[in-house]
């Protein structure tokens, strides 16, 4: 009897799915980016996290859609891992976008979006990405993501463009002195991951125009330098998958209304979908 293991692993968090026939289990961990972890850190987390969650049974096949795996180095370093802490299975590691394009696509041809704590996109033909938009990082890209949202309420709160109001709010809720904020950005490790926790701030205070504008001209981002170079995205359904995607639902729509694009799926997380996708092959 087979079971396999699927996992959709951001920046964050990463989703486990362990399927035998129509049993699931689902695990979280802390994200597994090539870029922040080595391969001696990968493991530590497998084994602290994930390896005491599992059952006994023994795992054929290994399914792993990560951040950063489209670098074949970090995917190899990845798939090493792998193989060090389930040995008995085969196991194929793939970037995180081809997990949201089959997630979401199925094997239709579609406009495959991520917004989570990063970004990206492509275009998928229902078996391979055809097109992608290049995924430059939180420090210079990763717009409409998480990171690029809280970098934006930083950037109201530090410069005193927030009014009285908000910064008031945020000094309520995050006690952390501008000294702290650049200290965390700056010097302390998985920046991203700091910078996106700040977009919670968003989600709490919609309805505030300061607020609105940060969510809306964040994704707006994203539209214009990303999807608006897809000749794809006037033809074909756009689809994403991400927190911040799901958060802010009603702007993805209502951008994609006034670009005149068929938005179709928006879900949290593609890991409902890949199991259709794998269930399936």
Known sequence: MSTILIADSGSTKTEWRLLRQKRKVTIFTQGLSPYFLDARAIEAILRKELIPELPKDSISAIYFYGTGNAN????????????????????????????????????????????????????????????????LGYVLGDEGSGAYLGKSVLQYYLYHTFDEELSMKFEAQYTSKPADILEAVYKQPLPNRYLASFAHFLS??????MVENIIEDGINDFFFRHLCKYRESWSQTIHFTGGVAYAFRDVV?????????????????????????????
Do not use: W
């Open 72 to 135: 074949p180095g970090n995917a190899r370093m990845i798939k090493g891992v792998l193989k060090k802490v389930f040995p008995g299975a085969a196991s194929e590691v793939m970037h995180d976008l081809m997990g949201a394009a089959r997630a979401l696509c199925g094997k239709e041809k579609g406009v495959a979006c991520i917004l989570g704590t990063g970004s990206n996109s492509c275009a998928y033909n229902g078996k391979n990405i055809v097109k992608n938009s290049p995924g």
């Open 204 to 209: 709490e205070n919609r309805g505030h125009y």
């Open 253 to 281: 729509r209502e951008l994609g209304h006034a670009y005149e694009f068929d938005i179709g799926h928006i879900r949290a997380t593609p890991m409902d979908g890949l199991e259709a996708f794998h269930r399936a092959q």
